[in-house]
């Protein structure tokens, strides 16, 4: 499948703070793509820039083809955009706002009302579409939202934290309407929850300190979880923590809980804890915690290495200083 964005090597910086280093990705035909990070990592200035609100300091990026510079309006026809906060008129009915944002996004006149009613069919709106947004729930306005962004059917579709203050019911259909989009457009979302990741993504990216460090797919995030899992090991007899302290000196990760211990143990070391923990006086039992993507996810971002000012730069920047 063909590519609907690429973004090479995006670096941004607001005075002397480098919000971005070195961004790079691809979002291909019909995925969704988790896009990480902790906070002051970069997300929120890649989308902006991806999304023509700021200008990028250095690299390049295309949409559909088209360059981000030298056809920004072409870019910004092929994207559809969900922020976090996204200002609505609450005294306008669902379609008569959705038709003013048509208006906006110069959907011709013979093509406006197809257009909206297709984006109100699309969020599963049309039980509201006569409702003013201000009788809406939080998780109907976040449709409303989505309708928006959906109008005239924009190849790619960026969402910023799409089920920020939704209740979990509310999560749960926002996913599945989510999913439900799979195919007919790219979707890059933008979440701090992995749970979220797992539920409706094929690929995840992560940046941290404003360059990517990650881009794999889901399921190699699970495998990695999967190798790298913590096992509580109890003894049939003999002193746990001098089997923990026997394990920490053959260079273990193992910390005594109780009359348990807790190693980090690949899986193709669970043969080698099992021979210490019968030389120690026999396994009475071994349970396996697997670790979660959040373990993964702690994992890719303490490991990354530092490049430039990091989150206390961001943190400590005089008032007014715009950070990502």
């Keep these: 499948m063909g590519a609907v964005?690429?973004?090479?090597?995006?670096?941004?910086?607001?005075?002397?703070?480098?919000a971005l280093h070195d961004v790079s990705f691809t979002l291909n035909a019909g995925e969704i793509v988790g896009f990480l990070?902790?906070?002051?990592?970069?997300?929120?200035?890649?989308?902006?820039?991806?999304?023509?609100?700021?200008?990028?300091?250095?690299?390049?990026?295309?949409?559909?083809?088209?360059?981000?510079?030298?056809?920004?309006?072409?870019?910004?026809r092929a994207i559809g955009y969900l922020p976090e906060e996204l200002p609505l008129y609450l005294d306008m009915r669902v379609d008569a706002y959705l038709d003013h944002v048509a208006r906006l996004k110069g959907i011709p006149a013979a093509e406006r009302r197809r257009a909206v009613l297709e984006s109100i069919e699309a969020a599963w709106?049309?039980?509201?579409?006569?409702?003013?947004?201000r009788k809406l729930s939080k998780g109907n306005r976040q449709r409303v939202g989505l309708a928006q962004a959906l109008l005239a059917r924009p190849p790619l579709i960026i969402?910023?934290?799409?089920?920020?203050?939704?209740?979990p019911t509310q999560v749960a259909n926002f996913r599945d309407l989510l999913r439900s989009l799979a195919g007919r457009h790219t979707i890059l979302l933008s979440t701090h929850i992995l749970g979220e990741v797992e539920a409706v993504c094929s690929r995840v990216v992560v940046v941290h300190r404003g360059r990517t460090i990650a881009?794999?797919?889901?399921?190699?995030?699970?495998?990695?979880?999967?190798?790298?899992?913590?096992?509580?090991?109890?003894?049939?007899?003999?002193?746990?923590?001098?089997?923990?302290?026997?394990?920490?000196?053959?260079?273990?990760?193992?910390?005594?809980d109780g009359d348990s211990v807790v190693v980090e143990a690949a899986i193709e070391r669970r043969a080698d804890l099992i021979a210490a923990a019968e030389s120690a006086g026999g396994l009475r039992e071994l349970v396996e915690e697997r670790r979660s993507l959040e373990d993964v996810f702690r994992d890719l971002t303490s490991a990354a290495t530092p490049v430039g000012p990091g989150p206390i730069a961001a943190e400590s920047a005089t008032p007014g200083q715009p950070v990502a």
């Design 5 to 18: 964005l690429e973004a090479r090597s995006l670096s941004k910086h607001f005075g002397t703070f480098a």
């Design 125 to 133: 709106l049309k039980e509201q579409a006569t409702r003013h947004i």
């Design 215 to 256: 881009d794999e797919p889901v399921e190699a995030l699970r495998a990695r979880a999967a190798r790298a899992g913590r096992v509580r090991v109890r003894l049939r007899a003999g002193s746990p923590e001098l089997f923990a302290d026997r394990l920490a000196a053959e260079g273990w990760a193992a910390v005594l």
């Design 159 to 167: 969402l910023d934290e799409p089920t920020n203050g939704l209740d």
């Design 37 to 76: 990070g902790p906070n002051g990592a970069g997300k929120s200035t890649t989308m902006k820039i991806l999304t023509g609100f700021l200008a990028p300091g250095g690299g390049s990026a295309t949409v559909c083809g088209h360059d981000l510079v030298a056809d920004p309006l072409a870019c910004r």
